[in-house]
């Protein structure tokens, strides 16, 4: 389980999270919409220990992540794997020494046990061509498949996604959502997606809660959210210019 507990964080005058609390359970694919700069991927950073916050507590499984020295911080994130938005891959690795890297750095395993696993990832998202490619030489859509193989190469229990499903089209889109859908479902993983995209955050979560001006205002499932009629939702929900967010 994933409590965040009455979190907030100010960078300089700015307050990003104002007294956020939630609470994902085991399994659970749990969303966070909201607009750029909301603070979405904050939180996500908040959870894996990136950020202490500057009040509250985020626990992990009952132990608390902030303020907890590097080697517990370690041991709590080696259940986690997590997708930057921008893939995050080292230019100077290959494809496939991106994706290895967590295997290598921990010696799980000898290099044809890696190789192995490293195939699987690479085969499970449609990168087998791509393996020998520097990250220079491929999309930005193929960048974030290659984050995502790196993320899940160590079958973790949680998986914190930052935008999985920007920059890749249509049908790649649903092979992610498939993906994380699957992992769910077969190896009951933990998953926080923050996303933009209305359609995938329908399709896979349990649960969608909006972010705005640093707190969350709604939280439900899918269908809840769909039937908001909280104006600031709706107006997020269905894209439109006109409401109370200032756009």
Not at 144 to 156: C, D, E, Q, S, Y
Request: charged share 25%; proline share 4%.
């Amino acid at each position: 389980m994933i409590e965040v507990r009455n979190i907030s964080k100010r960078f300089g005058k700015v307050v990003v999270l104002d007294d956020v609390s939630l609470t994902i359970e085991n399994g659970e694919t749990f969303v966070i919409i909201g607009q750029s700069g909301a603070g979405k991927t904050t939180i996500l950073r908040h959870i894996a220990g990136f950020f202490d916050p500057d009040n509250g507590d985020v626990l992990i499984d009952g132990i608390k992540m902030n303020g907890a020295g590097s080697g517990k911080k370690m041991l709590l994130r080696e259940k986690m794997g997590f997708l930057f938005q921008s893939g995050a891959l080292i230019n100077w690795l290959n494809v496939k020494e991106n994706v290895a890297l967590p295997l290598v750095e921990h010696k799980l395993g000898t290099k044809g046990e890696i190789d192995k696993i490293v195939d699987e990832k690479l085969r499970l998202l449609q990168l087998d061509d791509a393996a020998d490619k520097m990250p220079s030489d491929i999309s930005g859509g193929m960048k974030k498949r290659v984050g995502l193989a790196r993320a899940i190469v160590r079958n973790p229990e949680i998986i914190l996604y930052d935008e999985p499903t920007s920059g890749l089209d249509p049908v790649m889109s649903a092979k992610i959502d498939e993906l994380i859908l699957r992992m769910q479902r077969e190896l009951g993983v933990t998953s926080v997606v923050v996303t933009h995209d209305m359609e995938s955050a329908y399709r896979i979560a349990d649960r969608i809660a909006m972010l705005y001006q640093g707190s969350i205002i709604e939280c439900g499932t899918p269908d809840q959210i769909r039937g908001s009629v909280n104006p600031y939702v709706r107006q997020f929900i269905e894209g439109k210019l006109t409401g109370p967010i200032d756009v």
